[in-house]
């Protein structure tokens, strides 16, 4: 069998990407975010408990505001242990009332630039280890190719 995420083979619909994801990771909820001409992210997928008002907050997010946000900024990994005790104003304020607890967002890097984003969390603490960090870098360079300029 292929290893993640080369096993995604073909797929190119951005919630089922998510889901194989998650369920590669044990994670429960998760979020695709693209850029777009508008030099703003757009989310293409979610999954998990999100409130009404968290997912009207995250349809649109700005680069450098929030994890998915900082993710495409910094071009790098944005990770909490604990999403509802977090101080360090990574996250929106908002972003408690989907009960996640650890979560981490990486950039989709196309060609050295952050293209999107790809966050995961689950509902427990949760600390990635440098192998999972890689492998979701990796899967995220994946989905940006796949998934830039939908």
């Known amino acids: ?14 919630s089922e990407l998510l889901r194989l994801t ?27 408990n999100v409130p009404p008002p968290v997912l009207e907050a995250v349809r649109v997010v700005p680069v450098g505001k929030g994890l ?5 900024e910094r071009a790098e990994p944005v990770t909490v242990c604990n999403l509802q ?6 996250a929106k304020p908002g972003a408690r009332a989907t009960g996640v607890q650890g979560s981490i967002c990486v950039p989709m890097m196309v060609e050295g630039r952050a293209v999107g984003a790809l966050g995961i969390g689950t509902y427990r603490e949760r600390t990635f280890s440098e192998e999972e960090v890689a492998l979701l870098l ?3 360079r994946h989905m940006g190719r796949k998934l830039w300029n939908l």
């Open 85 to 90: 005790t977090d101080t360090s104003g990574q």
């Open 68 to 72: 998915a946000g900082l993710a495409v």
């Open 22 to 48: 998650l369920e590669h990771f044990q994670a429960e909820t998760g979020t695709i975010h693209v850029l777009e001409g508008d030099g703003v992210l757009h989310l293409k997928a979610v999954i998990g």
């Open 1 to 14: 069998m292929a290893q993640f995420p080369a096993n995604l083979g073909p797929v190119a619909d951005p």
């Open 138 to 140: 990796e899967t995220g």
